[in-house]
């Protein structure tokens, strides 16, 4: 029911910024928590940040607290994951996810998108 579309990757040099978008289509975004999750080739896919839409309650994992913000814009159903000083080692694919919040697990997912840090 919840459809998710990312935007904004690409390639930067290390020490660059990039803005990822997450659109959703769905209603009841209100009821949801969002999340930017992150994989690269061979690894496993890990949270990266996430935030409850109605509370504005974020969380960042340890590696990218400080450098990305996770933020929303409630008249757009859009969130947003600003990341400033990038480092090679968060090149992978990133996913944008959503969960109700009376489950654990996120159950609808972005197509994702590509970011690569690489001089």
């Known amino acids: 029911q919840e459809r998710l579309v990312e935007s904004g990757g690409g390639l930067v040099p290390p020490g660059g910024s990039l803005r990822l978008s997450c659109a959703a289509s769905g209603r009841g975004a209100g009821t949801y928590t969002l999340a930017w999750f992150r994989q690269a080739p061979g690894k496993e896919r890990n949270l990266v940040a996430s935030?409850?839409?109605?509370?504005?309650?974020?969380y960042y994992t340890d590696s990218v607290k400080g450098r990305f913000t996770i933020s929303r814009d409630n008249a757009k159903n859009t969130i947003y994951l600003q990341m400033n000083s990038l480092k090679p080692e968060d090149t992978a694919v990133y996913y944008c996810?959503?969960?109700?919040?009376?489950?654990?697990?996120?159950?609808?997912w972005g197509q994702g998108t590509q970011v690569t840090v690489s001089s």
């Open positions: 935030i409850m839409w109605a509370a504005d309650i974020p």
């Open positions: 996810a959503a969960r109700p919040l009376t489950v654990v697990k996120y159950n609808y």
